[in-house]
Every structure is written in structure tokens, then in C-alpha cells.
């Protein structure tokens, strides 16, 4: 018996914007670092008001956090997606709340359900941020890295949006040339890009040779 076909988040975007997005709404776009968001920005603001939504208290250290926030806001500075000035609302580094949902799950490898609990855990703070600011829409930059697997991030990001009523615009942005082309403007703009994907657990197994490639 056939397996049942493999979504598509790319093509559903796509989709989704033809669809509904003809008069520019307003969207509160998640986003992990620069990099990542870099060519999710060109794909996106063509389409929507973007709104960059700097919430990560898994990166660890804090110093860490800041740097990424500070590369993201620098970017942000210089970078006109579609003519478009883009802002960002950054959160506070809480790094209590992020131990408290991977509880358990400390020594999952990478790519496990530890992920998969962080990217509801975020993506979720994401959705609830864009009900109180009254975005209509929300998403996320991850799925353009291709060590973040897009069927559970999205996954995350329906879930979330059945708990806050705000819709999500499905994404697998590292399709045509996505991830390709945030290397590209990550080069061009002189971005910091890690070499781990933010949390100390990831950082560990980094460190003991486990993980050996940049994240994003």
C-alpha cells in the first residue's frame, strides 16, 4: 500500500499568498539570527508587512543571544527586502522557561524530540504575540535551514495556531535555492553565522563532535 504523499509547505505557501495576500498584510516573522532570515525577508516582504519577532531564550549564553539579536537588528539596518523597512521586536533572554520545557529531555541528539519541543515552544510564544499586537498572520525562518526538519516545524506552527487563532503561513523556505541564496546575503552583508544552533545541549554535542556543521 502506498504511503501518503509528502506535503508540500513550499508549494502551500505559495498557495496560501496567491490566495490571500494580495493587499500586503501584516505578518510577525519568528526568527532564530540574521541569516536565517535574510533570504525569508526577499521571499516574504514582496507579500506581507514584516514584522521580525527575535523570541530564543534556548540560545545559551546570553551573550550569545545578544550577538545574534544584535546581527539580526544590523541587518535589519541595512537590508531593504522589496523596499521595504522591516521592524523588530526583540524578547527578553529567559532561559528558565526554555530548561522548563525540554525537561527530560537533556540528552536527546539533535534533531530529536527535544527539537520538536522547541519549536512548539517558540513558535507558540510567536502566535501568542501575534494575537496580542493583532497580527493576522504569523511564521518562522527555521525551515530554511537544512538541519531543521520543515514537516515538524510546521507541524508546530499549525498546532500554535489552533491554540491562538492567528493563521500561519506554512513554509519549507530553504526550496528554490532558499538556503542557498541566505548564504549568499550572509556573505554579502558580513553576518555572524554559528556554528551550533543555539541551545548549551546542541553546543555540547558540538563540542564533542557530534553535530561539526554551521547550523544556519
Not at 541587518?75 to 520545557?101: C, I, N, Q, R, T
Not at 501575534?130 to 514537516?151: C, D, I, M, Q
Not at 491562538?164 to 548564504?183: A, C, E, I, Q, T
Amino acid at each position: 500500500m502506498a504511503g501518503a504523499l509528502k506535503a508540500n509547505y513550499d508549494r502551500d505557501m505559495q498557495t496560501m499568498i496567491a490566495a490571500e495576500c494580495s493587499s500586503c498584510p501584516p505578518i510577525l516573522l519568528h526568527s532564530c539570527c540574521g541569516p536565517c532570515s535574510s533570504a525569508v525577508l526577499e521571499r516574504l516582504c514582496p507579500h506581507f508587512e514584516v514584522t521580525v519577532y527575535y523570541d530564543n531564550p534556548n540560545i545559551y549564553p546570553e551573550a550569545e543571544f545578544l550577538r545574534r539579536a544584535a546581527e539580526q537588528r544590523r541587518l535589519l539596518s541595512e537590508m531593504a527586502p522589496a523596499g521595504k523597512h522591516v521592524d523588530m521586536l526583540l524578547a527578553p533572554w529567559d532561559e528558565a522557561e526554555f530548561y522548563e520545557a525540554v525537561r527530560g529531555h537533556e540528552t536527546d541528539m539533535e534533531g530529536g524530540e527535544r527539537c520538536e519541543i522547541c519549536f512548539s515552544f517558540r513558535l507558540t510564544r510567536c502566535a501568542m504575540a501575534a494575537k496580542r499586537l493583532g497580527f493576522p498572520y504569523f511564521t518562522s525562518t527555521l525551515t530554511v535551514s537544512p538541519h531543521k526538519n520543515a514537516e515538524k516545524v510546521n507541524a508546530a506552527g499549525f498546532a500554535a495556531e489552533r491554540l491562538s487563532g492567528v493563521r500561519y503561513l506554512p513554509s519549507d523556505f530553504k526550496k528554490r535555492n532558499g538556503y542557498l541564496r541566505s548564504l549568499q546575503l550572509s556573505a554579502e552583508y558580513h553576518l555572524y553565522r554559528q556554528d551550533y544552533c543555539g541551545c548549551v545541549f546542541s553546543m555540547r554535542q558540538r563540542n564533542d563532535g557530534q553535530e561539526g556543521q554551521t547550523q544556519s
